[in-house]
């Protein structure tokens, strides 16, 4: 099981604020299962990246449904954790009790390993009861490999 981590941004609803991920400026995020249909959103790019084999894993932003609504209509796997289970650092919220970031996935090992690897696994870090980073590199040895675009 080898991961590369390709950083990147994809396309989604305007001020990540919507269920159609359609943005005035970049279009809408057509689904790749049915062109003629879209994502939903907000998180619709991340969805249909996915989808469409381009990642494996990817992050996006719920609030009242942006991550589990485009992994639905895409048929991936979609994880909305817990608020603050996750750094949210360079988030911008609408709601501090709701806004949380989520991952995607093709297939929930990914949705586990990545949640791992995001969560610290600090004694003193109160989000999380995951082995975190350090664990997850424990169980899973060499077969991970990641790569963080510059």
């Known amino acids: 099981m080898t991961f590369l981590l390709n950083t990147g941004k994809t396309n989604l609803h ?9 943005n005035y400026f970049t279009g809408a995020v ?3 299962a049915d062109r003629s249909l879209f994502t939903g959103g907000s998180s619709g790019g991340t969805a249909a990246a996915i989808a469409a ?7 996006g932003t719920d609030n009242m449904g942006s991550v589990r609504i485009p992994a639905a209509l895409c048929g991936v796997y979609g994880y909305r954790p817990t608020v603050n289970r996750y750094p949210s650092e360079g988030v911008v919220t609408i709601s501090h009790t709701r806004d949380t970031i989520g991952l995607l996935a093709d297939n929930l090992e990914d949705i586990e390993l990545f949640d791992s690897i995001i969560t610290t696994g600090s004694l003193s870090d109160e989000r999380s009861h995951s082995p975190g980073f350090y664990g997850t590199l424990y169980r899973y040895g060499d077969k991970i490999s990641l790569g963080v675009s510059k």
């Open 53 to 59: 084999g381009f990642v494996k894993v990817g992050l």
């Open 30 to 32: 057509r689904n790749p």
């Open 14 to 22: 305007e001020l990540s604020l919507g269920v159609t991920s359609k």
